[in-house]
């Protein structure tokens, strides 16, 4: 039976993304809620089916309704965590408090603990303890806290009283406070690395510096930023869902113990829904038939997933083998531990799902699935970055002395398929336009010899004429001239017979269609497409039926003129016959010499005349094909120019985070205009074979001028140009124009592209600024380059790549790569094959799949995030040698 998603799904995918709104209040809870169905029961119901995985009631300074919800969720145990919550009016604000649901009197201790004025719900309600006493005594119970609306007015504590004040700073440095609510998703950089550029936020950077600093938090200096609906009506509360107001937890299970973890660790475990994408394009699941993993079934976590294992446990094999299913790569075909059948789901961000088969010896077949309509797609129609083992590296060896390599590289993050397509076609329809032009630009080029020998014919036979041959030289010039307009007439003729062709003009609106799909399925569109068909197909019917009557006339008037020219050659055949009777009275006579030569100059003249006349009547095609080529340079100049802006517009990006993730030398990706010159040297080189031409000189030139530039001054015969613009003498000059000057090669010339050259400079940042060729770096400091370039790309496709940290240091890879993996798993997928704790652990992986080798086999073993204890034991036996040898480094560096 084939391979379904739903076989795939059966696998763990790890850790999951869990919608939270941890802000609620219910009726009866608080004064302020109105809204008699705002019921715990319909607050729950509704929250299940909005899809929400975590909810608190957190009811102003009461917790009248906690206990009640908490029961009430039970019946949806294991779709629902409800935890014990409040929200408590402090000195310095709104304080959000949550406490684990099977200990949930910890709230009504906190209540009873803190002197609350007022009665509980109501809106005079409040507690004159300030906000970090509350979160002390909150710690000192079990519970968590978190700033409520900090940037709400009067009762948020950043808008309490805005700058750096002391009591802002015990709430920042509070052990037990675990993140920040906002309002408004612009402020949820409040607090961060990423704050605002002014007062405020310099004074908010303070404290975040101040909470880094403090021996009490600063193992978790971050705090989460989340958002919560607020709701006091159920309207408000399915309308928070509906406006994206959450935020996402990740957990391996709905418990207060996971939720109290992912806070601790919210640069990688908590997301306010509305930083992230509504939908990325990712890598559903693999299984694999045959090979070294057969029977494998992996279904990937949306963000980080991790392979890890021992050597020859199948860890690059299974990067392999999801890049030989996906038609990436075909290193596989050839290995004996090549799988007999790969199957791959993956999704793009519009929700269409995509399914490559790949049986061992053919190409992967590609369909795809969108609103139930199964087609058959392109292999790249879903696009992946894949790295094998060692190929960041081999682009990093010399990206000076290897261009190409480094812009292929480059190009990986731009989508550059409609213009290089787009190339494509315009080179080979000038290749195609090449192979016709060029037999009749050499006939054009013959037109002016051939008249001058014509003029010459006519002299010698105008001197016959003058003799005694005058009068038969005079008819048998005027016999072979009607002989040459018989034949020449005869072509009409036979042109009249062959027809014409309307053909090139008709079109098939199936065909264009197919290039542009997938295309809408709007009704108004269909409508409007059909229309457009049918006036083509209209056309079409129309130019056929034109054609038609054209060639039945065509024919009947050539049946006409081959009549007519039968007439024409039994005249000809009287006069001729009396001519040879002249003629040979004439050689009776002895001038059988003089003859000769007259029959050998009419037989010139008619040959010439022939000639002259096919290229003249060549002229209009010679006409059009040279527009044509013009009209194609400019087109191709046009693509390759909007490329290049493509290709530079990542540049600003790219370098942001170069200087962002590379902290010893600023490093940078330009662009050097003397271009990519390999293709053009060698051709160069090629046409100068067996003159001596040194390579340095052929480089230099190629720096200097570009390939279309460097054919027009061939055709001009400009050598001074060439000398001047080369920077090479008159000798070499002439003897490039000599080499270059034919069709083919100029044509060539003009369609080569010398392409802008990617360079990466590094500089120091020491007071003397000193630039150092990027292949004196290190291969780790190469590697870094490449590796940010290739993680931090704006590119939202699916990142592959085995064993990103070759080469790299561990310090880097956890100051560094660590910190860029927890950035990016949320805007892109990420499957890595990794030997790295940091990476695995550290990055915080949704989902890691240790491998070990079984029955001469790959396995799966064990899979999970590390929150897993079964997935944890295994990681720390891979990545950290067992749990003694990890205690005895512990042990050794003395903590």
């Not at 007999?340 to 699935?369: H, L, S, W």
Request: aromatic residues 6%; negative net charge.
């Amino acid at each position: 039976m084939p391979i379904t998603f739903k076989d795939i799904e059966k696998a763990d995918s790890g850790a999951q993304f869990f919608n939270a709104d941890l802000h609620v209040h219910s009726f009866g809870g608080s004064h302020d809620v109105k809204d008699a169905s705002m019921t715990i029961e319909a607050i729950v119901d509704e929250a299940v089916k909005l899809g929400i995985g975590i909810l608190a009631i957190t009811d102003h300074n009461a917790d009248t309704n906690t206990q009640k919800s908490i029961e009430y969720a039970q019946k949806y145990s294991g779709q629902l965590l409800v935890l014990a919550g409040v929200e408590i009016s402090t000195a310095n604000g709104h304080l959000l408090v949550y406490a684990a649901p099977d200990k949930a009197i910890a709230i009504r201790n906190l209540l009873g603990k803190i002197n609350l004025v007022g009665k509980p719900g109501d809106q005079d309600a409040h507690t004159a303890m300030s906000m970090a006493d509350v979160i002390k005594e909150a710690a000192h119970l079990g519970c968590v806290s978190i700033a409520a609306h900090i940037d709400r007015a009067k009762s948020g504590f950043e808008m309490f009283t805005p700058g750096y004040q002391n009591w802002k700073k015990d709430v920042l440095l509070s052990p037990g406070l675990y993140g920040l609510e906002c309002d408004d998703a612009a402020h949820l950089c409040w607090y961060s690395d990423t704050d605002e550029a002014t007062d405020d936020g310099a004074n908010r950077r303070k404290l975040c510096a101040a909470r880094v600093a403090s021996p009490a938090t600063m193992g978790r200096p971050e705090l989460a930023h989340v958002q919560g609906s607020d709701a006091h009506s159920l309207k408000a509360f399915v309308a928070g869902r509906a406006g994206k107001l959450l935020t996402r937890f990740k957990l391996n299970e709905l418990t207060f113990d996971a939720f109290r973890i992912a806070l601790i660790d919210p640069d990688a475990r908590v997301r306010a829904v509305a930083t992230i994408p509504r939908s990325l394009p990712r890598i559903l699941g693999m299984h694999v038939s045959g090979g070294f993993l057969d029977g494998e079934t992996y279904h990937f976590s949306s963000n980080l997933n991790c392979f890890i294992g021992g050597r020859g446990t199948g860890k690059s094999s299974a990067l392999k083998t999801l890049a030989h299913g996906l038609g990436i790569d075909d290193e596989l075909e050839g290995h004996d531990n090549c799988p007999g059948t790969v199957v791959v789901y993956c999704e793009d961000e519009n929700d269409t799902r995509y399914r490559y088969e790949r049986v061992q010896g053919g190409q992967p077949i590609v369909k795809a699935k969108d609103e139930g309509t199964i087609v058959d797609v392109p292999l790249d129609a879903f696009r992946v970055e894949y790295y094998r083992q060692g190929e960041l590296a081999e682009v990093a060896d010399n990206p000076l002395k290897a261009p190409l390599l480094l812009q292929e590289f480059l190009d990986r993050h731009l989508t550059l398929s409609d213009l290089l397509s787009k190339e494509t076609q315009l080179v080979a329809a000038l290749a195609q336009n090449s192979a016709q032009l060029i037999p009749l630009e050499g006939s054009s080029a013959q037109l002016k010899e051939k008249n001058r020998l014509l003029g010459e014919v006519n002299k010698k036979l105008a001197i016959a004429e003058e003799g005694k041959l005058k009068e038969i030289a005079a008819e048998q010039g005027q016999l072979t001239g009607e002989k040459s307009l018989g034949t020449s007439l005869a072509e009409v003729r036979d042109s009249y017979k062959l027809g014409i062709s309307l053909s090139v003009l008709e079109r098939d609106y199936a065909a264009i269609e197919a290039v542009a799909k997938p295309i809408t399925a709007s009704p108004e569109s269909a409508a409007a497409l059909l229309k457009v068909k049918e006036a083509i197909d209209r056309v079409n019917a129309m130019l056929a039926a034109k054609a038609k009557e054209i060639n039945a006339a065509l024919k009947m008037e050539s049946d006409a003129v081959t009549a007519a020219l039968a007439e024409l050659r039994t005249a000809q055949s009287t006069l001729e016959a009396k001519l040879n009777g002249k003629i040979t009275d004439l050689q009776k006579k002895g001038l059988a010499g003089n003859i000769v030569e007259l029959n050998t100059l009419l037989k010139q003249k008619t040959a010439l005349a022939l000639e002259i006349t096919k290229i003249n009547g060549q002229s209009p095609q010679l006409k059009q094909l040279r527009k044509d080529r013009t009209e194609y340079l400019a087109s191709l100049a046009a693509v390759r120019g909007e490329i290049t802006q493509r290709r530079k517009a990542q540049l600003a990006s790219i370098n942001q985070n170069l200087s962002k993730t590379i902290q010893d030398y600023l490093v940078y990706v330009h662009y050097e205009p003397s271009g990519i010159i390999d293709e053009f040297k060698e051709f160069i080189l090629d046409a100068m074979q067996g003159t001596h031409f040194r390579e340095d000189a052929a480089a230099a030139l190629c720096s200097k001028m570009f390939p279309s530039d460097l054919a027009k001054l061939v055709w001009d015969q400009d050598k001074v140009g060439i000398a001047a613009a080369g920077g090479m003498d008159a000798a070499w000059a002439q003897e490039l124009c000599k080499k270059l000057f034919f069709y083919d090669k100029l044509h060539a010339l003009e369609a080569m592209w010398k392409a802008p050259c990617p360079v990466i400079t590094v500089k120091t940042k020491g007071t003397v600024v000193k630039t150092i060729p990027v292949n004196q770096l290190s291969d780790g400091q190469k590697h870094t380059i490449m590796l940010t370039i290739a993680m931090l790309a704006e590119s939202n496709i699916p990142l592959v790549i085995d064993q990103p940290e070759d080469d790299l240091d561990n310090a880097f890879i956890f100051s560094a790569v660590v910190k860029v993996l927890r950035a990016i798993k949320e805007r892109r997928q990420v499957v890595l094959v990794t030997h790295n704790a940091n990476i695995a652990v550290l990055g915080d992986a949704e989902l890691l799949l240790p491998m070990r080798r079984a029955d001469d086999g790959g396995k799966a073993f064990d899979r999970g995030a590390i929150d897993k204890t079964e997935t944890k034991a295994a990681v720390l036996k891979i990545l950290e040698g067992g749990d003694v040898a990890f205690r005895r480094r512990q042990e050794i560096y003395g903590h």
